[in-house]
């Protein structure tokens, strides 16, 4: 296992990608006209399937990538550039399109039979960025306790997730678009450092003789 501090940067790294503020107003826009318990029901399905997905990430990533032959540091170096990505357009108060594409939304609006598995769990709250994050982070040490560590993060992060998104038309009206563009942003730089080190991390792996 990991010293304490080092599971708590992991719980803000993971918390900065999942991103629940970012989630909010996307939640408001698809659920407009649904009522109060049709909205309570899609956050509960929805976060319990981010949960499911999570949790696979955190016991079979690893096992995963081994059987497409990947390495963790390719993986590190991969999964850096698509945070990078996602970081950037946080900064700039745009929605990752890894988060939710135009075309995305509007189907989801016409149909809302598996809404809450599509879009709203994935890629919403579980997108490749936050994915290939729990991925990488579960890897960082080796035993049974890591990853019981790691699966008691993301149940907490998931849980804080599913309670953003019932009180998401009310924290969406209170902290108005500004509010929530600097919370956003603010996010994007905690996720533009972990993907550099997630970059550097796998390149000096890859191409020892860069660390020299």
Known sequence: MLPLEDYVKIFFGVFAIMGPFSAMPIFVNLTAGKS???????AKNASIAGLMVALCSVWLGSHLLGFFNIGIPAFRVAGGILLLTLAINMINAKIPGAKQTPEELAEAKVSTRDLAIIPLAIPLIMGPGAISTVI???NNSQGFGHLLMMSLIVSVLIL????FLRAAAYLSEKLGLIGINVISRIMGLILASIAIEFMSSGLIVLFPGWAS
């Open 136 to 138: 990488v982070f579960s």
């Open 160 to 163: 804080n997730i599913y309670i």
């Open 36 to 42: 109060k318990i049709e909205k309570n029901e899609l």
